[in-house]
């Protein structure tokens, strides 16, 4: 096993019929720990898949260098580079069974003699028939184990007979993971493995990945534009767009801290409220006539930005439903989306009309058109400058507390 790093990675296509070459990766550097699960995100055509395709050796980069463990391999075939891929297709061998699929790549890892290769045909053609008979090949006995191991692990053992086409969409998917995981390789690359099966097939797989990374230990780069996924299995998240790193930290860090208003509406669903906002005297924020408290790291920075404009960003858990007084914002609700658990409500605000969507009780009868008031917790505003970028704080808030990484023996 190893860890990953991009050292100033590029990749440029050339322009089709006339048009300018198109940057997909620009000057990306990134670290992956030996170990680690890091999922990549991001939006269509921000290069999460390239990313993906030239650490395979699918492609190859304009630019820059890919280092897996100690060793360059940009230059190198995709055989030698010692990764495995889960396609989002499965890309099975249709004409192979369920067995001859996990095993493909084991057969094709090393060369073999003619002697060998003939010996290996004859312990596969013989294996039906009695003991005395069976021409033995260590080299076939080894994969068949490796096999059945795999095979047991993701309960395909009763599926190794079977082709492909006599499969479920979530049977498919598990010996695309097995043959992937039957290779023993340093790396798993896994591009949006989950997105053709059901939301019942994609939460028991989603948790069944995460569970074998974790025994297994195995290095894994994750592509997928489910924020469910992104949230709940990386123990780092690295949010891309177009072409350029945005953000890497853990899903909290990103949840709570986003580093610009990229990341503060992208990650998170649903998205997090932006208003404009001035900076006014005694450490507060103007919403139009209304003065917005704020507390927290924010605030001992907002002496040096009086009179800004700004935009600040509150998440939807941090608006609670409040008394109608002078300090509330007063606001209409548009409509609510109640989900079980929780209930979403998008409320219009009578200063300035601005969206804002807000997390409530489950049980709280709400209806459209009703007025209320919404009181702003004062520690959870962000701030972001003209530019977009995040206010950078005077002292770090406390490092959220993340999934560790997985101990290897």
């Known amino acids: 096993m190893a860890g990953v790093r991009f050292e100033a990675l590029s990749k440029t296509f050339p322009g089709r019929r006339g048009d300018k070459p198109v940057d997909v990766i620009r000057q990306l550097d990134l670290s992956i720990e030996d170990g680690e699960f890091l999922v990549l995100v991001g939006p269509s055509g921000c290069g999460k898949s390239t990313l993906l395709r030239l650490l395979a050796g699918l492609d190859q980069p304009s630019?820059?260098?890919?280092?897996?463990?100690?060793?360059?391999?940009?230059?190198?075939?995709?055989?030698?580079?010692?990764?495995?891929?889960?396609?989002?297709?499965?890309?099975?061998?249709p004409h192979l069974s369920v067995g001859d699929n996990l095993s493909f790549g084991l057969r094709r890892s090393q060369r073999r003699s003619l002697t060998q290769h003939i010996q290996d045909q004859l312990h596969r053609a013989s294996r039906s028939l009695p003991p005395s008979m069976r021409v033995r090949s260590p080299r076939e006995r080894q994969i068949e184990k490796r096999v059945a191991n795999v095979a047991e692990a993701l309960e395909l053992s009763a599926l190794l007979n079977r082709l492909p086409k006599e499969l479920s969409g979530g049977q498919k998917q598990r010996v695309a993971l097995g043959r992937a995981m039957a290779r023993q390789p340093s790396v798993f690359l896994m591009d949006e493995p989950l997105s053709n099966l059901d939301a019942k097939l994609r939460n028991s797989t989603r948790a069944r990945i995460v569970e074998l990374q974790r025994q297994l230990g195995t290095t894994t780069v994750y592509v997928t534009h489910d924020q469910v996924e992104a949230m709940t299995m990386g123990h780092r998240i690295a949010v891309l767009n177009q072409g350029r790193l945005q953000q890497l930290g853990t899903p909290m860090e990103l949840y709570r801290w986003p580093s610009n208003l990229f990341v503060a509406q992208f990650i998170g669903s649903p998205p997090m409220t932006l208003l404009p906002v001035r900076v006014g005297s005694g450490a507060c924020l103007l919403l139009g006539d209304h003065r917005l408290s704020v507390e927290g790291p924010l605030a001992d920075v907002l002496p040096s930005l009086e009179n800004q404009n700004l935009t600040a960003g509150l998440r939807p858990e941090s608006w609670r439903l409040a008394p109608a007084t002078n300090r509330n914002l007063p606001a209409l609700v548009s409509h609510s989306e109640v989900l079980g658990n929780e209930q979403l409500l998008t409320c219009k605000l009578s200063e300035g009309d601005h969206l804002v969507q807000v997390r409530a009780d489950p049980d709280l009868e709400i209806t459209a058109g009703q007025r209320l008031h919404l009181d702003p917790d004062p520690s959870g505003w962000r701030l972001f400058d003209r530019d977009g970028e995040a206010i950078r704080l005077p002292r770090q808030p406390a490092s959220e507390p993340g999934p560790k990484l997985p101990v290897i023996d």
Do not use: C, K, T
């Open 63 to 93: 630019s820059g260098e890919i280092w897996i463990g100690q060793q360059p391999v940009s230059r190198l075939r995709p055989a030698r580079r010692n990764v495995a891929m889960v396609f989002q297709s499965y890309a099975l061998y």
